[in-house]
């Protein structure tokens, strides 16, 4: 072993060609021949790292090596290694002193923005104070108004490419000016860090018209390809419906105008989508930066006069665009503004505030034309691998699809053929229906006489969007009935044409998700759902009866705040083609209308609240704190019909969706904080005392044992006890004292950190949560335990049911007593400071 390592020391220091020399019988270098190293690099490139039995095959195999011991061979294998370990290590801090000198650069511009802008202040209002001082009449002068009050630019002359590029270069100002920051007040935007792997530097705007999000980011592509990707906003903005270009000109510069017409979706039932008709400018700036700005244009010949366009309302977009500089080493730094007036007055009072929000245009646009860019880079560089053979590329169009088919089936747009059904203005449940002629569809469905789309739109109280998400992708059986999903699924089959599908065939209830891949940041998963089914005679036991759902899952990541969450899903055949057709999405659109801080603890809210769901009003223990959080839920599902099925299936759609929104409304109100303390009942268990004497006997033999309180609450209310212990941030959990412990109860915490409910906790034994390093500490402190009464496990590692890893600072046991028995009821944990990893 000193030899091996002698020898890579000296390998180490002799330059690039010592990997390619060994020591003879003498102990001298002896330097390999050409053919030696080739036939030693194609061994090293099919297995790297050769057992013993394979080199002394290989000095067979090849007689080149026969005169070469297989010791030595050992030998350059480790220094081989140890050659590209150091390679791969030094590429990788390249990239990263890249990365951070790069940021460290646009924190500076950023810190020097800020310095210019706080001088700013002071002076302003140094000024305010000598106006109050100096008069006490108030200010009359209209004529300050706002900087960055942009009116709504005219198109002098669509046929004067002199006018339009004065038009451009005006827009091209006022984008740099917004850019740099200099022409809006900009707020960083709420969890969002700067730092070479984090997204980038986050602000919304304050104290300017309209409503503007700012973004700036680190992205390792080359400047062409970037400003290819963000001209393509349909490939990354999920709202953008079409993108049409009716007029492009080069300028003398070398720049490109273009004028352009889009259209959005409207993201709920409840209000008109949105069109642009604007005038967009490519150029170069003298410092070798790529600038892409567009802004509205309004006036003689403002965009298409159709009957299409009917059904949009005309919004504005104030200069915009984006910024993109070249870095030093490869890689650009994309400055990123979307500055919109959507136009709020022509949506109802309630809908307003995402009409008027900058969280929901950063998230919508912003930060997602720079995620999907970072997506795109990482792709490109081989780092995003995914499972089961998919291309990224695939996955993303997969999410495409099912994203446009849901905004497709939301608003119904009637260019699309989509017409309303029997609608008097008076249902809550919308029927709209589409011909199967209008719809890219293969062979599979000619039989088909259409698609009918069911959708409703409701408002939500005191509800998380991403926990409720979250809720009903785990517990599909809580809302869903089977048999309405076997018959889309059998529809979409070749010659089924029945109503009752899958005949003879019950569901079990259980559901398994195939993760199919996600996107860098977790704020997007795309995953296989397969719900089984079995058959009930014999006969047809050999035929599978299971149902495939492609689903899609957004918006549940800790960085989603102003962002909608939504659950989108199809029906698929078991062995999908990559080009698999029809795809008919389902789903939920949950969008928050107030913006409210969550605590970090709120976004991992157990899963399986199931036990919460029978939650009555005279025994809630709900905490009095007030929350007047609100959202609106968009619920729209596609079923294919035959023609003379039409008026069964909107029947059968109607009900379904009416039942759907009874759940979810159900599930909301066990979800939200007035319903997320549990019933309890009289009993835990069969075995346990009541709720109320428990809760008092923990904090009591807490404070016996450890000399401190658990909880600040009266210990004569026993119910203020409860309450206390229930909402307390550490995540508390009471194990019997059984040969094999299970647990009997948990507060709320407790019940988020394993990811599981009061009734399903029971099933959950000690050695579950702990690995083989936690179970070693409990069991070395565990005579401590029964001897002092308590002990502290050392800060580490545990795992929740759904398989997610918990670390957490210490945990506290402490042995509780049955105060009238005088005996050890059950020993208690308090994990302090717990977190998901």
Known sequence: MAMVAHQHNRESSSGSGSINKHLDNNGKYVRYTTEQVEALERVYAECPKPSSLRRQQLIRECPILSNIEPKQIKVWFQNRRCREKQRNESTRLQSVNRKLSAMNKLLMEENDRLQKQVSQLVCENGYMRQQLHTSSAPNTDASCESAVTTPRHSLRDSNNPAGLLSIAEETLAEFLSKATGTAVDWVQMPGMKPGPDSVGIFAISQSCSGVAARACGLVSLEPTKIVEILKDRPSWFRDCRSLEVFTMFPTANGGTIELLYEQTYAPTTLAPARDFWTLRYTTTLENGSFVICERSLSGTGAGPNTAAASQFVRAEMLPSGYLIRPCEGGGSIIHIVDHLNLEAWSVPEVLRPLYESSKVVAQKMTIAALRYIRQIAQESSG?????????????????????????????????????????????????????????????????????????????????????LVRFLREHRSEWADFNVDAYAAASLKAGSSTYAAYPGTRFTGSQIIMPLGHTIEHEEMLEVIRLEGHSVSHEDSFDSRDIHLLQMCSGVDENAEGACSELVFAPIDEMFPDDVLPLLPSGFRIIPLDSKPVDSKDSHKTLDLTSSLEVGPGTSHAPEASYSARSVLTIAFQFPFESNLQDNVATMARQYVRSVISSVQRLAVAISPSGLCPTLGPKLSPASPEALTLAHWICQSYSYHVGAELVKADPMSYESVLKTLWLHQDAILCCSLKALPVFTFANQAGLDLLETSLVALQDITIDKIFDECGRKALFSIFSKIMQDGFGYLPGGMCMSTMGRHVSYEQAIVWKVFAEEENNVHCLAFSFVNWSFV
Do not use: H
């Open 383 to 467: 780092e995003v691998v995914y499972g089961i053979g998919r291309q990224p590329a695939v996955l993303r169009t997969f999410s495409q699809r099912l994203s446009r088919g849901f905004n497709d089936a939301i608003n119904g747009f009637n260019d699309d053929g989509w017409s309303l059904m029997n609608c008097d203005g008076a249902e809550d449940v919308i029927i709209a229906i589409t011909s199967a002629k209008n719809l890219t569809t293969g062979n599979n469905i000619s039989l088909l006489g259409g698609v009918l789309c069911a959708k409703a739109s409701m408002l939500l109280q005191n509800v998380a969007p991403a926990t």
